[in-house]
């Protein structure tokens, strides 16, 4: 059989309005007005299309790193050969272990395995050893409301009122982590999401203040996000169960996430793309963690972690981010509705994006 080659790759960025019901939270001090997403389009050589997704922070960067390096080297290359962009990243691993580079090779990473699933007539859990299950629950990620605590309250209402039966805040203070408890009462999961809040030492007095609150998890406590034997020891100190990993790359890093005492770890499919997405979650979950993927994004990324989802060994939920979008990509294909959604089956991915999302193109 003659080898399925990458014949064309192509970027597409997209800047999608949304509303979260609240005044817009800043970024880099720069107000965030719309939701980003850097579409990644791989041709084949039989003319099949795949579609792939990169980390939309600071996607401009990515783009042009997708375009002027990895889209050269990919031009001519086996689709079926998986060792693919672990040598490219590999051939450029001096332009940063993380960042723009590997963020681009995860987007190429993704199209290539929606192209491998449509070739072969599979979806792209079947690839991973097929799914285990048919559907996964979805929490409802809140964005950040900057301490506000009726925001905070008021959307959490929206969330349940939606039929979401997991809640995440970005929030900081114990206050907001108390009204969302205040909201859903006991039964209902509440992460909360810290973004890297505190250095160590202030670390232990925060999270202990949100212990009463009982939340299923902390995520990322500790700046800088890299000091794993802080956050092991921060762990140990609280008994609260923490989270963390999507600021983390590679294989060997998650190890050492795991090796720490970290209950929950959070790689992201736009940062490292399917194949060690895959390789991470399946080392961490041996190891006895569970592997919650990182996944505040709507493009071919959001089924990429679905099918990671279906596939994987522990039953988890799927983060989504809780605004609404000027349009929802897979809005109609792979809706979530009630707080669910059903894994898609159809080769590959699944669905292609739709038309209408051309419109937000940056
Ligand atoms: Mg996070």
Avoid at 39 to 50: F, K, M, P, Q
Wanted: hydrophobic letters at 45%; one cysteine or more; glycine letters at 8%.
């Amino acid at each position: 059989m003659t080898a399925v080659t990458i014949e064309r790759v192509e970027t597409i960025a997209l800047r999608i309005p949304y509303d979260h019901w609240a005044p817009k939270p800043t970024f880099g001090e720069i107000e965030r007005t719309t939701l980003d997403c850097l579409l990644v389009r791989v041709t084949a050589s039989n003319g099949l299309v795949g579609w792939g997704e990169a980390f939309w922070g600071g996607w401009q960067a990515t783009q042009s790193a997708l375009e002027q390096w990895i889209a050269p080297l990919a031009l001519g290359q086996d689709i079926a050969d998986i060792a693919m962009t672990a040598r490219f990243e590999r051939a450029l691993h001096n332009f940063g272990r993380s960042g723009p580079y590997v963020y681009a090779i995860a987007g190429l990473d993704i199209a290539l395995w929606d192209l491998r699933g449509k070739i072969a007539g599979v979806p792209v859990h079947a690839l991973l050893g097929g799914k285990r299950r048919d559907r996964v629950e979805v929490y409802a990620s809140l964005l950040a409301y900057g301490g506000n605590v009726e925001n905070v309250a008021r959307n959490t209402t929206r969330a349940l009122e939606r039929g979401f039966r997991q809640i995440k805040l970005h929030e900081k203070t114990t206050a907001a982590v108390a009204a969302a408890r205040e909201t859903t009462g006991a039964n209902i999961p509440i992460m909360v999401d810290t973004n890297c809040a505190w250095l160590p030492d202030a670390a232990f007095d925060a999270v202990m203040a949100m212990k009463p609150y009982d939340p299923l998890w902390v995520e990322e406590p500790i700046w800088p996000a890299e000091d794993i034997e802080a956050l092991g020891k921060l762990r140990k100190a609280t008994g609260v169960p923490l989270a963390a990993g999507e600021n983390a790359t590679g294989t060997l890093e998650f190890v050492r996430v795991v090796a720490a005492g970290i209950d929950y770890v959070q790689p992201s499919a736009v940062k490292n793309g399917i194949t060690a997405q895959w390789e991470i979650c399946r080392t961490a979950e041996t190891s006895g963690a569970t592997c919650v993927p990182h996944s505040p994004y709507f493009g071919p990324g959001y089924l990429a972690t679905l099918h990671i989802l279906a596939a994987k060994e522990k039953t988890v939920a799927l983060e989504r981010f809780f605004c609404d979008l000027g349009h929802m990509p897979y809005g109609k294909t792979v809706p979530i509705e009630n707080g669910a959604v059903q894994i898609p089956d159809m080769p590959g991915l699944g669905p292609e994006p739709d038309e209408e999302l051309m419109r937000f193109r940056a």
